[in-house]
């Protein structure tokens, strides 16, 4: 029995300010995380300088087979990154742990690559109360708790489930998979999960929009239109997506939100740039609107429905209008943008 380092841990600290590090094996009773807790305020203090003061390390997040630190240490030395994993083996024996194993996550290979083929995109939008751009906040586990719901809804046989966080995958189960990504976020400023069988179809969430104040939620295709990816499979996730919002009107944690078709492919697991500075959003099919939105249209747009607080619901045409391709795409989309005039 020994504590085993992966051979290129060391050097993948040494060469990574931000990296996900796995300790195991997870076993009932055993004290691996209480050492990992003890150990992250001493990990912590090997940033130095102004950057400490933003550095820091998760707690221990479960995983299947182990436990998951996100170190995050930009004010830190290269060499004392590099020392980690001997410090942490170190911690382990002292506490008696006589067998264990320390690595990080493969990075993500080229069939991330291959996603960014799937199109069309269609996706929903889930932003927290408040304007954007304002002060990055993090999306609550209100939000992302129906978004990996719904995900876990579009799994099919052969789909693969994973955790990507910072360019490396980690393979996640649907117990861990939530944990994970959220706890992630403590020290990065998103997360995602990816599950496709990378070779037709696709789904994933992203933690972390809206400059960390909401959730995008989206499915994708290969190869368009497929049988395994048809304009009627876009309209019914379309659908599916507009009951996602519809089910969090209520939620205080909810502010905002719309769905869409997307001709093209943002990078899918990491935030889209564009909605940087959304709200207000681009037209979509399915849209609630803020109030704050709503004032700025001068009231409530033809066709809305009023939410209370403010908020309007709209709702322009059928799914399968909006789908690329579809013939009234061009005049639906022209017809959404006199209803939502760009105001700011």
Not at 196 to 205: L, T
Not at 212 to 237: L, N, Y
């Amino acid at each position: 029995m020994a504590i085993i380092i992966e051979q290129d841990l060391a050097d993948r600290l040494r060469a990574s300010e931000c990296l996900p590090v796995r300790i195991g094996p997870r076993q009932p009773g055993g004290n691996i995380e209480t050492v990992l807790r003890r150990l992250r305020p001493e990990l912590a203090a090997l940033s130095t300088g102004e950057a400490a003061a933003r550095d820091g390390v998760s707690d221990p997040i479960p995983v299947p087979d182990g436990w998951l630190l996100v170190v995050r240490l930009y004010g830190a030395p290269a060499a004392a990154r590099a020392s980690i994993p001997r410090l942490l083996a170190q911690r382990l024996d002292e506490a008696g742990v006589s067998e264990a194993w320390l690595s990080a996550p493969p990075d993500i290979g080229e069939r991330y690559e291959d996603l960014e083929t799937y199109t069309p995109v269609v996706r929903a939008l889930l932003g927290r109360p408040g304007p954007v751009p304002g002060p990055r906040g993090r999306p609550e586990w209100g939000l992302a708790e129906p978004a990996i719901s719904w995900l876990r809804q579009q799994h099919e046989p052969g789909m693969e489930l994973s955790a990507v966080l910072i360019g490396t995958e980690l393979a996640v189960d649907w117990a861990s998979a939530g944990p994970v990504v959220t706890g992630a976020l403590a020290e990065l400023p998103f997360s995602s999960l990816i599950m496709s069988d990378f070779e037709s179809v696709a789904a994933g969430v992203v933690l972390g929009e809206f400059r960390g104040r909401g959730v995008v939620v989206w499915a994708a295709g290969s190869d368009w239109p497929t049988v395994q990816w048809t304009p009627a499979d876009a309209a019914q996730r379309m659908r599916g997506l507009r009951d996602l919002i519809r089910a969090q009107a209520g939620s205080p944690e909810f502010g905002w939100g719309g769905v869409e078709a997307r001709p093209d492919n943002p990078d899918l697991y990491v935030p889209d740039p564009a909605l940087e500075t959304a709200e207000p959003l681009p037209p979509m099919w399915y849209q609630v609107l803020s109030a704050d939105r709503v004032r700025s249209l001068g009231g409530p747009p033809a066709g809305g429905i009023d939410l209370g607080g403010g908020r309007v619901e709209l709702t322009i045409g059928e799914p399968e209008q909006w789908v690329p391709g579809h013939t009234d795409r061009d005049v639906i989309l022209a017809h959404a943008h006199d209803l939502l005039p760009d105001t700011e």
